[in-house]
């Protein structure tokens, strides 16, 4: 079946880095683009990042740009976020989740729709 | 800067209609995702595309779209439909993903 496990999550200082990791199974991992999504502690969804099917379109939530990077490894299925600098307002639950219901259209451009979610991996910066 | 408007709370009694609006500038040109958070899990997709309903998602669920409003409507809820709901686009450029800031539904 379709699966999204995260993992990497843990305790970190402020200052230091961290890198996550989501490894996909049950689908054509290669074909899709993908998202890193937080949410901190009693607080809603905020998108992180997307990487495109073939890793050549990367975008960034401006609350991360510049410390962040998303990069995934299709001969892998694997998907990873580079978390620097970090600091206590990074403290959250990261998702993958997989740009299933995503696409392009004429009318609208580019758009993106998350149809599966890993279960998340913790991050708390202390 | 770009923002997706939903209420903090909706409340209904079971068997009631729950409608919870999601408006933004930009969405009549782009598509609306909604999804449904319950405490301590993922996130789950219930609508796609405005109006789309994604396979194993019951009837009840249902999307629309009117301007700049797109409203999340379930019919006959149910105690099990209590949850987060969140909205979710895409900016024009195709560059960044929004969510809306989160409804939470209670079922009386």
């Known amino acids: 079946q379709v699966q999204l496990v995260e993992s990497g999550g843990g305790v970190v200082q402020p200052g230091r880095s961290l890198t996550l990791s989501c490894a996909a199974s049950?689908?054509?991992?290669?074909?899709?683009?993908m998202h890193w999504v937080r949410q901190a502690p009693g607080k809603g969804l905020e998108w992180v990042a997307l990487i495109s099917y073939d890793g050549s379109r990367k975008y960034y939530a401006d609350s991360v740009k510049g410390r962040v990077t998303i990069s995934r490894d299709n001969s892998k299925n694997t998907l990873h976020l580079e978390m620097r600098s970090l600091s206590s307002e990074d403290t959250a639950v990261y998702y993958c989740?997989?740009?299933?219901?995503?696409?392009?259209?004429?009318?609208?451009?580019?758009?993106?729709?998350?149809?599966?979610w890993g279960q998340g991996t913790t991050v708390t910066v202390s | 800067s770009y923002e997706l408007t939903q209420p903090p709370s909706v409340s209904v009694s079971p068997g009631q209609t729950a409608r919870i609006a999601c408006s933004g500038d930009t969405l009549p040109k782009q598509y609306v995702f909604w999804y449904q958070q319950k405490p301590g899990q993922a996130p789950i997709l219930v609508i796609y595309k405005d109006t789309e309903r994604p396979s194993g998602i019951p009837e009840r669920f249902s999307g629309s779209t009117s301007g700049t409003t797109v409203t999340l409507t379930i019919s006959g809820v149910q105690a099990e439909d209590t949850a987060d709901y969140y909205c979710q686009s895409t900016d024009s450029s195709g560059s960044h993903v929004l969510f809306g800031g989160r409804t939470k539904l209670t079922v009386l």
């Open positions: 049950g689908f054509t991992f290669s074909r899709l683009a």
């Open positions: 989740a997989r740009d299933g219901a995503g696409g392009y259209n004429s009318v609208f451009g580019y758009f993106y729709g998350m149809d599966v």
